[in-house]
């Protein structure tokens, strides 16, 4: 059964609540090597106005304290985690405004979370001085790592009162510098123009910004945006400045790139395909969390052009509905023009037969709360012709629920640091809400998948407890095989819903000619992945996750090939590309982005929905 016909809908909505405690069975384990988490610095409004009574009782400072120990308490035990306040050495007399707009200091390193010591760090706080913001970024920056995805998490009750330097323009100069930093900034009880100046930071760099108008909305979100920042999608590959027209498209070899994508403009991207050798092209874009995701549509386009820019009328178009909830898209074209003998007509010629090929991606649908700009990875691949294709294709595989104990995994952020699973059994993992996490299985020619995902029951549950969860199939070159979509309200619930597992047929060559789509994508053997994703609610709750997977059927030889496979159909074999390697060009041009647009897709899910809506499934449409 497909997806869509197994689609079911949900929307997350409710309040703050303490992590449920995991059945043991469930419990969160440790990451293996490569499980990364973006380190993440707290950094607190400790001025003179945080001693101000709150709407719902006690002061600022205390709600601030208490939304710090209710995201310590649910952060992983991987996690990296800082701790930075403005204000505390000093008062806010005229005469101490030169000391006090230095006055930052680090509290504890953004190093593996000690949630004994941050705790203790933070009941510390004792507010008291000025609002120096731009220098307390710049301070967090300079403790955080100086490379890879980085986090900063702002709380402020107003205006910064130490400019210079600018809160905003400190935003710009580390985008200038090509940090890779995003920052999120919550606006705690603050007026217009506090609002306006912390908004101003969080989207230069690519971060998001929410309101929390007393105490009580402020422990439900601090927790919230902390938390989803951790875990990220690594986007990676080697820097490819795709271009407006054909003409100068820049030449790919099979591997994986990384490009910059903007609203509704193309980019093309030019590979060479030998004769009678089928090409394989997929666009990524992983998109930002937030709170509106209901609203959130966005598509990807890719067209394929020949020979002096003649359309071959070849379209894919990609759809997801939630985007907001952390989606990662794909679209893919299987280009087999060159496996196409010559008509001698000159239109069609230019689409067929052996020769360079030019791809064009485009962002067709952008969301209104989508950045302007979002990296994009490429995968490219070329497989020769065959003279053998092998066996002829055969049904799905039945599904058999695996025996013995269970096996602690810890998903990936992305498709690049999934987790390998390393055959069939039973894995668990925990995950946060708002979390889109990957895992990968390795099939052999002949070879056969079927899986299932349970979601194990919270001692918290109930409507306001509602998230929407997911589940979905990628087969190497990142193409949607299946999807299964429904409510969770911390009841237990199993993914897909109407069938035993999500399945595949055997993995064969000639599995790309049946009338069955899902079917035709699995024809090329290698790593196949599986996502699972938890939406965004306003509970810090992670969700014990169990993995059923079933690996059938004997490695079987598999097509035979014209031409050299040793580097892999997608490069996956070959050595990175060099910098004198022309395809391996960075985008210096004026349609060039700072790489905090890198992390943007980490940024955190922030407004939290009022009541029990309807969800939108992660709905693909393909032309």
């Known amino acids: 059964m497909s997806f869509l016909n197994r689609a079911l809908a949900a929307a997350a909505a409710g309040v703050i609540a ?59 035990d991987a996690a990296k985690v800082g701790l930075t306040a403005y204000g505390t050495g000093t008062g806010n007399t005229d005469a101490e405004k030169t000391a006090g707009c230095q006055d930052v200091k680090i509290l504890h390193p953004a190093g593996t979370i000690d949630k004994p010591a941050l705790t203790t760090a933070t009941d510390r706080i004792a507010p008291r001085g000025y609002t120096p913001i731009g ?56 007026d217009d123009p506090s609002r306006a100046q912390l908004t101003c930071i969080a989207q230069t760099t690519g971060g998001t910004y929410t ?45 994986q790139y990384l490009d910059v994508l903007g609203r509704k403009t193309s980019r093309y991207y030019a590979v060479d395909v030998p004769e009678g050798a089928t090409a394989y092209f997929t666009g990524t874009v992983s998109f930002p969390r ?42 893919s074209s299987i280009w087999k023009g060159a496996a196409k003998p010559a008509s001698g007509t000159t239109d069609t010629d230019e689409c067929q037969g052996g020769g360079r090929y030019y791809f064009a991606l485009e962002w067709g649908v952008a969301s209104d709360n989508a950045p302007a700009q979002l990296p994009v990875e490429l995968s490219v691949g070329v497989e020769p012709a065959v003279t053998d294709p092998g066996p002829a294709a055969g049904p799905p595989v039945e599904f058999t629920a695996p025996e013995g104990s269970t096996a602690p995994v810890v998903g990936g952020g992305s498709f690049n640091i999934a987790a390998e699973l390393p055959g069939s059994g039973r894995f668990t993992d925990t995950v946060q809400r708002g979390e889109f996490v990957f ?34 199939l990628y087969n190497p070159y990142r193409a949607e095989l299946d999807s299964d979509t429904m409510a969770y309200t911390g009841i237990e619930q199993t993914l897909p819903s109407h069938d035993p597992a ?101 940024g955190a899910s922030v407004v939290a929905l009022a009541a029990f809506v309807t969800a939108l499934l992660l709905a693909r449409r393909r032309h």
Request: hydrophobic residues 35%.
């Open 18 to 76: 303490l992590v449920p405690v995991a059945v043991p069975a469930l419990a969160q384990q440790s990451p293996p090597p490569g499980t990364e988490y973006a380190p993440t610095m707290l950094v607190l409004d400790a001025s003179g106005s945080m001693l101000a009574a709150d709407p719902s009782g006690g002061t600022k400072m205390d709600a601030a304290k208490n939304a710090v120990r209710s995201f310590v308490t649910a952060a992983p």
């Open 135 to 190: 220098t307390s970024l710049r301070t967090a920056a300079a403790a955080l790592p100086q490379e890879g995805p980085r986090s900063i998490v702002l709380v402020s009750d107003g205006l910064d009162t130490c400019a210079p330097p600018d809160p905003c323009e400190v935003a710009r100069e580390l985008s200038a510098q090509g940090n890779e930093i995003v920052v999120h900034a919550i606006g705690f009880g603050v």
């Open 211 to 255: 309101d929390a108008a007393d105490g009580k909305t402020l422990e439900q979100v601090l927790p919230r945006v902390s938390a989803a920042a951790l875990r990220t999608y690594a986007a990676t590959g080697t820097p490819i400045t795709g271009t407006p027209e054909y003409r100068d498209a820049p030449v790919a070899t099979p591997g």
């Open 290 to 331: 937030h709170g509106d995701s209901l609203s959130s549509n966005d598509r990807l386009d890719l067209r394929v052009y020949g020979a002096d820019g003649q359309d071959c009328h070849t379209e894919e178009k990609e759809l997801a509905t939630r985007t907001g909830d952390g989606v990662a898209l794909t679209v």
């Open 439 to 472: 895992y990968r299985v390795k099939l052999d020619w002949g070879q056969g998948l079927a899986y299932r995902v349970r979601f194990a029951e919270t001692p918290d549950r109930g409507s306001e407890y509602t998230s929407n969860i997911a589940t979905t």
């Open 502 to 602: 999500i399945t595949t047929a055997p993995i064969r060559y000639l599995n790309r000619e049946s009338a069955d789509p899902q079917v035709a994508g699995q024809a090329v053997a290698g790593s196949y992945y599986i996502a699972v994703k938890l939406s965004p609610t306003d509970k810090v709750a992670p969700v014990p996750i169990e993995l059923e997977v079933d690996i059938t059927g004997e490695p079987e030889p598999g097509p035979q090939y014209t031409g050299d496979t040793s580097d892999g159909t997608f490069g996956e074999n070959s050595k990175p590309a060099t910098s004198g390697d022309p395809a391996a060009q960075a985008d210096t041009g004026s349609e060039g982005v700072s790489p905090l647009v890198w992390v943007a897709i980490a």
